[in-house]
Protein backbone atom coordinates (compact mmCIF):
# COMPACT_ATOMS: atom_id res chain seq x y z
CA UNK A 1 0.00 0.00 0.00
CA UNK A 2 1.43 3.43 -1.25
CA UNK A 3 1.73 6.27 1.94
CA UNK A 4 0.18 8.97 1.49
CA UNK A 5 2.21 12.07 1.31
CA UNK A 6 0.16 13.77 3.56
CA UNK A 7 0.93 11.39 6.51
CA UNK A 8 4.87 11.76 6.12
CA UNK A 9 4.58 15.63 6.01
CA UNK A 10 2.90 15.73 9.03
CA UNK A 11 4.93 12.44 10.86
CA UNK A 12 4.98 13.58 14.76
CA UNK A 13 8.71 14.03 15.25
CA UNK A 14 8.23 15.61 18.83
CA UNK A 15 7.17 11.82 20.01
CA UNK A 16 9.88 9.86 17.91
CA UNK A 17 12.42 12.47 19.34
CA UNK A 18 11.28 12.50 22.94
CA UNK A 19 11.23 8.76 22.71
CA UNK A 20 14.72 8.01 21.31
CA UNK A 21 16.30 10.72 23.93
CA UNK A 22 14.41 8.88 26.87
CA UNK A 23 15.60 5.90 25.24
CA UNK A 24 19.37 7.34 24.93
CA UNK A 25 19.01 8.42 28.65
CA UNK A 26 18.12 4.70 29.61
CA UNK A 27 21.39 3.71 27.66
CA UNK A 28 23.43 5.74 28.97
CA UNK A 29 21.98 5.29 32.61
CA UNK A 30 22.46 1.12 32.52
CA UNK A 31 26.12 1.65 31.27
CA UNK A 32 26.71 3.74 33.97
CA UNK A 33 24.85 1.30 36.65
CA UNK A 34 26.87 -1.58 35.26
CA UNK A 35 30.40 -0.09 34.60
CA UNK A 36 33.66 -1.23 36.43
CA UNK A 37 36.01 0.80 34.57
CA UNK A 38 37.62 1.74 30.94
CA UNK A 39 39.73 -1.24 30.84
CA UNK A 40 37.07 -3.83 31.31
CA UNK A 41 34.58 -4.99 27.97
CA UNK A 42 31.05 -3.40 27.99
CA UNK A 43 28.43 -5.45 30.43
CA UNK A 44 26.23 -7.57 28.23
CA UNK A 45 23.38 -5.89 29.34
CA UNK A 46 24.32 -2.48 28.04
CA UNK A 47 24.74 -4.13 24.52
CA UNK A 48 21.28 -5.96 24.45
CA UNK A 49 19.60 -2.42 25.38
CA UNK A 50 21.41 -0.91 22.55
CA UNK A 51 19.94 -4.03 20.34
CA UNK A 52 16.46 -3.60 22.21
CA UNK A 53 16.37 0.14 21.30
CA UNK A 54 17.94 -0.50 17.78
CA UNK A 55 14.67 -3.24 17.68
CA UNK A 56 11.86 -0.56 18.86
CA UNK A 57 12.98 2.42 16.57
CA UNK A 58 12.01 -0.29 14.24
CA UNK A 59 8.86 -1.32 15.40
CA UNK A 60 7.77 2.39 16.56
CA UNK A 61 8.26 3.61 13.07
CA UNK A 62 6.00 0.57 12.15
CA UNK A 63 3.09 1.30 14.56
CA UNK A 64 3.43 4.81 13.07
CA UNK A 65 3.13 3.46 9.14
CA UNK A 66 0.42 1.15 10.52
CA UNK A 67 -3.31 2.51 10.08
CA UNK A 68 -4.39 2.52 13.91
CA UNK A 69 -8.27 2.53 13.12
CA UNK A 70 -6.94 -1.76 11.96
CA UNK A 71 -6.29 -2.33 15.38
CA UNK A 72 -9.81 -1.99 16.56
CA UNK A 73 -10.52 -5.25 14.58
CA UNK A 74 -7.85 -7.30 16.28
CA UNK A 75 -8.56 -6.38 20.01
CA UNK A 76 -10.30 -9.40 21.01
CA UNK A 77 -7.45 -11.84 19.17
CA UNK A 78 -4.28 -9.80 20.63
CA UNK A 79 -6.41 -9.96 24.10
CA UNK A 80 -6.56 -13.71 24.24
CA UNK A 81 -3.39 -14.20 22.38
CA UNK A 82 -1.82 -12.15 25.47
CA UNK A 83 -3.85 -14.14 27.94
CA UNK A 84 -2.39 -17.23 26.35
CA UNK A 85 1.49 -15.65 26.71
CA UNK A 86 0.51 -15.07 30.49
CA UNK A 87 -1.05 -18.61 30.92
CA UNK A 88 2.12 -20.17 29.50
CA UNK A 89 3.80 -17.96 31.83
CA UNK A 90 2.28 -19.51 34.49
CA UNK A 91 2.85 -23.34 33.26
CA UNK A 92 6.26 -23.08 31.91
CA UNK A 93 7.55 -19.82 32.68
CA UNK A 94 11.08 -19.03 33.74
CA UNK A 95 11.44 -17.67 37.41
CA UNK A 96 14.23 -15.42 38.34
CA UNK A 97 14.20 -13.68 42.13
CA UNK A 98 11.45 -15.85 43.19
CA UNK A 99 8.94 -14.58 40.24
CA UNK A 100 7.91 -16.19 37.25
CA UNK A 101 7.34 -13.42 34.04
CA UNK A 102 9.72 -14.73 31.58
CA UNK A 103 8.92 -16.91 28.70
CA UNK A 104 12.61 -18.27 27.47
CA UNK A 105 12.99 -18.04 23.48
CA UNK A 106 16.39 -18.76 23.58
CA UNK A 107 18.19 -15.78 22.10
CA UNK A 108 15.90 -12.90 24.52
CA UNK A 109 13.06 -13.59 27.16
CA UNK A 110 9.73 -12.40 26.73
CA UNK A 111 8.23 -10.58 29.52
CA UNK A 112 4.01 -11.23 28.50
CA UNK A 113 2.76 -8.91 31.18
CA UNK A 114 4.31 -5.88 29.54
CA UNK A 115 2.70 -6.81 26.20
CA UNK A 116 -0.84 -7.05 28.82
CA UNK A 117 -0.67 -3.60 29.20
CA UNK A 118 -0.80 -2.68 25.54
CA UNK A 119 -3.50 -5.35 24.96
CA UNK A 120 -5.71 -4.33 27.89
CA UNK A 121 -5.64 -0.42 26.59
CA UNK A 122 -6.42 -1.62 23.11
CA UNK A 123 -9.31 -3.91 24.59
CA UNK A 124 -10.96 -1.60 27.24
CA UNK A 125 -10.95 1.14 24.16
CA UNK A 126 -12.47 -1.75 21.70
CA UNK A 127 -15.36 -1.99 24.38
CA UNK A 128 -15.53 1.98 24.76
CA UNK A 129 -15.37 2.87 21.53
CA UNK A 130 -19.46 3.69 20.87
CA UNK A 131 -20.58 7.03 22.77
CA UNK A 132 -21.76 6.40 26.40
CA UNK A 133 -25.59 6.81 26.65
CA UNK A 134 -26.91 9.77 28.45
CA UNK A 135 -25.57 10.45 31.95
CA UNK A 136 -22.26 8.43 31.13
CA UNK A 137 -21.93 4.70 31.63
CA UNK A 138 -23.58 2.42 34.27
CA UNK A 139 -22.55 -0.14 36.30
CA UNK A 140 -24.43 -3.26 35.21
CA UNK A 141 -21.89 -1.88 31.53
CA UNK A 142 -19.21 -1.81 33.53
CA UNK A 143 -19.06 -5.67 34.22
CA UNK A 144 -17.53 -6.31 30.57
CA UNK A 145 -14.75 -4.15 31.11
CA UNK A 146 -14.19 -5.81 35.12
CA UNK A 147 -13.81 -9.35 33.47
CA UNK A 148 -11.20 -8.35 30.79
CA UNK A 149 -9.48 -6.61 33.46
CA UNK A 150 -9.85 -9.27 36.29
CA UNK A 151 -7.86 -12.30 33.83
CA UNK A 152 -5.02 -10.44 32.62
CA UNK A 153 -4.70 -8.75 36.18
CA UNK A 154 -5.32 -12.12 38.36
CA UNK A 155 -2.70 -14.23 36.01
CA UNK A 156 0.23 -10.81 36.23
CA UNK A 157 -0.65 -11.31 40.50
CA UNK A 158 0.11 -15.09 40.36
CA UNK A 159 3.65 -14.08 38.69
CA UNK A 160 3.62 -12.20 41.56
CA UNK A 161 4.09 -8.45 39.98
CA UNK A 162 1.67 -6.02 42.31
CA UNK A 163 3.65 -3.19 40.01
CA UNK A 164 2.35 -4.51 36.95
CA UNK A 165 -1.54 -5.68 37.89
CA UNK A 166 -1.43 -2.08 39.88
CA UNK A 167 -0.75 -0.28 35.92
CA UNK A 168 -3.58 -2.44 34.07
CA UNK A 169 -6.18 -1.29 36.98
CA UNK A 170 -4.87 2.66 37.34
CA UNK A 171 -5.03 2.54 32.91
CA UNK A 172 -8.59 0.85 32.95
CA UNK A 173 -9.86 3.03 35.81
CA UNK A 174 -8.23 6.28 33.45
CA UNK A 175 -10.09 4.74 30.34
CA UNK A 176 -13.73 4.19 32.04
CA UNK A 177 -13.44 7.74 33.49
CA UNK A 178 -12.41 9.78 30.44
CA UNK A 179 -15.28 7.68 28.62
CA UNK A 180 -17.68 8.76 30.77
CA UNK A 181 -18.62 7.28 33.54
CA UNK A 182 -21.54 8.21 35.36
CA UNK A 183 -20.87 9.97 38.83
CA UNK A 184 -22.97 6.84 40.78
CA UNK A 185 -20.79 4.47 39.43
CA UNK A 186 -18.08 5.98 39.78
CA UNK A 187 -19.09 6.58 43.35
CA UNK A 188 -20.27 2.47 43.92
CA UNK A 189 -16.22 1.75 42.37
CA UNK A 190 -14.50 4.15 44.83
CA UNK A 191 -16.83 2.17 47.63
CA UNK A 192 -16.10 -1.05 46.33
CA UNK A 193 -12.50 -0.21 46.31
CA UNK A 194 -12.29 0.40 49.95
CA UNK A 195 -14.43 -1.88 51.20
CA UNK A 196 -11.63 -4.35 48.67
CA UNK A 197 -8.99 -3.17 50.70
CA UNK A 198 -8.95 -5.43 53.61
CA UNK A 199 -9.51 -8.31 51.45
CA UNK A 200 -6.31 -7.53 49.16
CA UNK A 201 -4.23 -6.70 52.01
CA UNK A 202 -5.04 -10.48 52.93
CA UNK A 203 -3.85 -12.42 49.24
CA UNK A 204 -0.58 -10.24 49.27
CA UNK A 205 2.41 -12.07 49.79
CA UNK A 206 4.31 -11.68 52.84
CA UNK A 207 6.98 -9.73 51.59
CA UNK A 208 4.56 -7.21 50.00
CA UNK A 209 3.26 -6.74 53.11
CA UNK A 210 6.63 -5.97 54.52
CA UNK A 211 6.87 -3.32 51.89
CA UNK A 212 3.72 -1.78 52.30
CA UNK A 213 5.02 -1.37 56.10
CA UNK A 214 8.41 -0.46 55.08
CA UNK A 215 6.86 2.59 53.29
CA UNK A 216 5.41 4.24 56.40
CA UNK A 217 8.43 4.01 58.17
CA UNK A 218 11.95 2.53 56.61
CA UNK A 219 14.19 2.99 59.49
CA UNK A 220 11.68 -0.09 61.08
CA UNK A 221 13.78 -2.31 59.43
CA UNK A 222 16.74 -0.71 57.68
CA UNK A 223 18.09 -3.51 56.54
CA UNK A 224 15.21 -5.45 55.27
CA UNK A 225 12.46 -4.09 54.01
CA UNK A 226 12.91 -0.67 54.36
CA UNK A 227 16.75 -1.61 52.99
CA UNK A 228 15.51 -0.48 49.35
CA UNK A 229 13.73 3.21 49.73
CA UNK A 230 16.52 4.09 52.12
CA UNK A 231 19.44 3.43 49.81
CA UNK A 232 17.57 5.34 47.06
CA UNK A 233 16.84 8.17 49.06
CA UNK A 234 20.44 7.91 49.76
CA UNK A 235 21.32 8.01 45.86
CA UNK A 236 19.06 10.69 44.67
CA UNK A 237 20.38 13.27 47.88
CA UNK A 238 23.81 12.45 47.53
CA UNK A 239 23.38 13.83 43.77
CA UNK A 240 23.25 17.35 45.24
CA UNK A 241 21.90 20.10 42.36
CA UNK A 242 24.33 19.08 39.75
CA UNK A 243 25.27 15.30 40.37
CA UNK A 244 28.81 13.48 41.14
CA UNK A 245 29.08 13.03 37.65
CA UNK A 246 28.85 10.08 34.99
CA UNK A 247 30.53 6.76 36.65
CA UNK A 248 31.23 8.71 39.81
CA UNK A 249 28.16 7.25 41.80
CA UNK A 250 28.97 5.77 44.52
CA UNK A 251 25.38 3.87 45.58
CA UNK A 252 25.59 1.72 42.06
CA UNK A 253 29.55 1.40 42.08
CA UNK A 254 29.53 -0.24 45.38
CA UNK A 255 26.24 -2.35 44.66
CA UNK A 256 24.37 -0.33 47.62
CA UNK A 257 22.03 -0.07 45.12
CA UNK A 258 19.02 -3.01 44.71
CA UNK A 259 17.64 -3.50 41.15
CA UNK A 260 19.71 -0.59 39.67
CA UNK A 261 19.05 -1.44 36.28
CA UNK A 262 15.94 -1.49 36.67
CA UNK A 263 13.68 -0.75 39.31
CA UNK A 264 15.83 2.14 40.48
CA UNK A 265 17.58 3.39 37.98
CA UNK A 266 16.10 6.60 38.81
CA UNK A 267 18.55 6.79 41.75
CA UNK A 268 21.53 5.89 39.58
CA UNK A 269 20.25 8.91 37.52
CA UNK A 270 19.71 11.10 39.78
CA UNK A 271 22.81 10.61 41.96
CA UNK A 272 24.99 11.33 38.48
CA UNK A 273 23.24 13.79 37.04
CA UNK A 274 21.85 15.59 40.15
CA UNK A 275 18.70 17.63 40.99
CA UNK A 276 19.06 19.59 36.94
CA UNK A 277 19.62 16.20 35.26
CA UNK A 278 16.60 14.78 36.58
CA UNK A 279 14.15 17.97 35.71
CA UNK A 280 15.44 17.29 32.33
CA UNK A 281 14.35 14.00 32.64
CA UNK A 282 11.14 14.17 34.05
CA UNK A 283 10.70 17.35 31.72
CA UNK A 284 11.34 14.58 28.39
CA UNK A 285 8.36 12.59 30.74
CA UNK A 286 5.98 15.71 30.55
CA UNK A 287 6.30 15.99 26.61
CA UNK A 288 5.79 13.23 26.11
CA UNK A 289 2.54 12.70 28.18
CA UNK A 290 1.34 15.83 27.19
CA UNK A 291 2.00 15.35 23.32
CA UNK A 292 -0.32 12.46 23.67
CA UNK A 293 -2.67 14.10 25.46
CA UNK A 294 -3.09 16.57 23.01
CA UNK A 295 -3.03 14.30 20.29
CA UNK A 296 -5.90 12.65 22.53
CA UNK A 297 -7.61 15.58 21.92
CA UNK A 298 -7.39 16.28 18.81
CA UNK A 299 -7.83 12.78 17.01
CA UNK A 300 -10.35 12.70 14.56
CA UNK A 301 -12.62 9.86 15.77
CA UNK A 302 -13.16 8.30 19.33
CA UNK A 303 -11.26 5.45 18.72
CA UNK A 304 -8.43 7.09 18.43
CA UNK A 305 -8.95 9.03 21.52
CA UNK A 306 -8.88 6.94 23.30
CA UNK A 307 -6.53 4.92 22.32
CA UNK A 308 -4.20 7.63 22.63
CA UNK A 309 -5.38 8.21 26.47
CA UNK A 310 -4.84 4.57 27.16
CA UNK A 311 -0.84 4.80 25.68
CA UNK A 312 -0.61 8.03 27.70
CA UNK A 313 -2.10 6.75 31.06
CA UNK A 314 0.63 4.07 30.49
CA UNK A 315 3.85 6.09 30.44
CA UNK A 316 1.87 8.96 33.09
CA UNK A 317 1.42 5.83 35.51
CA UNK A 318 4.65 4.14 35.66
CA UNK A 319 6.58 7.28 35.62
CA UNK A 320 4.67 8.50 38.88
CA UNK A 321 4.77 4.88 40.59
CA UNK A 322 8.30 4.61 40.04
CA UNK A 323 9.41 7.85 40.62
CA UNK A 324 7.27 7.57 43.60
CA UNK A 325 9.02 4.38 44.58
CA UNK A 326 12.55 5.46 44.56
CA UNK A 327 11.78 8.85 46.27
CA UNK A 328 10.17 7.60 48.73
CA UNK A 329 6.49 8.77 47.94
CA UNK A 330 4.68 5.78 47.05
CA UNK A 331 5.43 1.97 48.41
CA UNK A 332 7.68 -0.06 46.67
CA UNK A 333 5.56 -2.47 44.15
CA UNK A 334 8.21 -3.12 41.09
CA UNK A 335 7.41 -0.95 38.46
CA UNK A 336 10.15 -0.19 35.33
CA UNK A 337 10.86 3.42 34.32
CA UNK A 338 9.68 3.44 31.19
CA UNK A 339 11.68 3.53 27.90
CA UNK A 340 15.02 4.60 30.64
CA UNK A 341 14.92 0.60 32.71
CA UNK A 342 16.68 -2.08 31.24
CA UNK A 343 14.86 -5.07 29.46
CA UNK A 344 13.87 -5.46 25.89
CA UNK A 345 9.70 -6.53 26.34
CA UNK A 346 9.12 -3.01 28.25
CA UNK A 347 11.34 -0.90 26.00
CA UNK A 348 9.75 -2.55 22.94
CA UNK A 349 6.44 -2.60 24.19
CA UNK A 350 6.61 1.23 25.11
CA UNK A 351 7.76 2.36 21.55
CA UNK A 352 5.00 0.63 19.65
CA UNK A 353 2.74 2.57 21.96
CA UNK A 354 4.84 5.75 20.74
CA UNK A 355 4.62 4.94 17.60
CA UNK A 356 0.36 4.34 17.97
CA UNK A 357 0.43 7.99 18.76
CA UNK A 358 2.52 9.15 15.80
CA UNK A 359 -0.42 6.97 13.18
CA UNK A 360 -3.51 8.81 15.45
CA UNK A 361 -1.98 12.05 14.81
CA UNK A 362 -0.59 11.84 11.59
CA UNK A 363 -3.99 10.46 10.30
CA UNK A 364 -6.19 13.31 11.34
CA UNK A 365 -5.13 15.03 8.50
CA UNK A 366 -6.47 12.29 5.88
CA UNK A 367 -10.20 11.57 7.23
Known sequence: MALDRRMLLHFDWTIFMVALALAGVGLVS?????????????????????????????????AALFDYRALNSYAYPFYVVTLGLLIVVAVAGQSTGGSRRWINLGLLKLEPSEIAKLAVV?????????????????????LIPAILLAVPAILVLK????????????????LVFVSGLNWRTMAVVVLGAVLAAPMAWHYLKPYQRERLVSFINPQSDPLGAGYHIIQSEIAIGAGGAWGKGMFQGTQARLNFLPEQTTDFIFSVYAEEFGFAGSMLLLGLYLALIARGVWIARHARDRFGSLLAVGVSGIIFWQVAINIGMATGMVPVVGITLPLVSYGGSSLIAMMVGAGVLISINMRRYLF
Open 30 to 62: VLSATWTGARHPLDPLVLRQLIWIGAGVALMTA
Open 122 to 142: LVMVHYLREEPPRGGWRAHQM
Open 159 to 174: QPDLGTALILIMITVT
